[in-house]
């Protein structure tokens, strides 16, 4: 079966700082990748589309200097958190979209101190 | 950004019981999708439907692909401890570049 890898699975940073976070589609390859974001309590809203090569496209209301995304590879996501901020303190889930269809990471919580 | 409309947005039963849960929408959909969330996880994904009308079940859970394709219902039967989680409906509209639109999620508690 389709499976993606999310790391880290937490991590607490300093406000100010960036944070990586890294999606990888282990046992296929993935044209597409997703990211979302989800706050307590609520649904995912997608943030990005990512296509391998090319530029990410932006959800509106998403500021694309802040959250920096890079596909390299068929395989290879990240997610770049810039200058984090306590507000940015979330949720953040990658999607990975193959033959199998559409297949999460497990997510990475985020906690901006 | 936009949303499918779900509900319920909570529901708490006893084990055993039956569960219904749907989503709406204003738009046409291509694909539907029923995805369960436990704390701190990404989703996991239980059913997919691609075909208006069409009915599939996977193990006590069955889907059907409303037939104006606005809508989508998840049903859960005999429910146990282990179905407690949240569980979202997704849709993909042609041509959306692939991207999913989520529901708002359904809580559901199981009483043992």
């Known amino acids: 079966g389709a499976v993606v890898s999310q790391h880290p699975s937490w991590v607490i940073c300093k406000s100010g700082t960036s944070v990586k976070i890294e999606c990888r589609s282990l046992?296929?390859?993935?044209?597409?990748m997703f990211w979302y974001r989800q706050f307590p309590k609520q649904s995912l809203m997608l943030m990005a589309t990512?296509?391998?090569?090319?530029?990410?496209?932006?959800e509106q209301g998403v500021e694309k200097d802040k959250f920096l995304i890079n596909h390299a590879s068929l395989t290879l996501s990240t997610l770049t958190v810039t200058s984090a901020h306590p507000e940015d303190s979330s949720f953040y889930i990658c999607?990975?979209?193959?033959?199998?269809?559409?297949?999460f990471g497990s997510g990475t919580r985020l906690t901006v101190v | 950004g936009q949303q499918l409309n779900q509900s319920p947005q909570s529901m708490f039963i006893q084990e055993g019981e039956d569960v219904s849960m749907n989503c709406t929408s204003s738009?046409?959909?291509?694909?539907w999708l029923w995805y369960k969330q436990d704390p701190g996880e990404g989703p996991v994904l239980l059913i997919a439907?691609?075909?208006?009308?069409e009915l599939t079940s996977n193990g006590r859970l069955t889907a059907q692909f409303g037939i104006t394709r606005k809508d989508s219902f998840l049903n859960i039967s005999a429910s146990i401890p282990s179905d407690v989680g949240i569980y979202f409906c997704?849709?993909?509209?042609?041509?959306?570049?692939?991207?999913?639109?989520f529901g708002q999620g359904t809580t559901l508690q199981v009483k043992p």
């Open positions: 046992d296929f390859q993935a044209t597409t």
């Open positions: 439907l691609y075909k208006a009308g």
């Open positions: 990512s296509n391998e090569g090319s530029k990410a496209t932006y």
């Open positions: 999607s990975a979209k193959g033959n199998y269809g559409y297949t």
């Open positions: 997704a849709g993909q509209k042609s041509g959306n570049t692939g991207k999913l639109i």
């Open positions: 738009s046409i959909f291509n694909t």
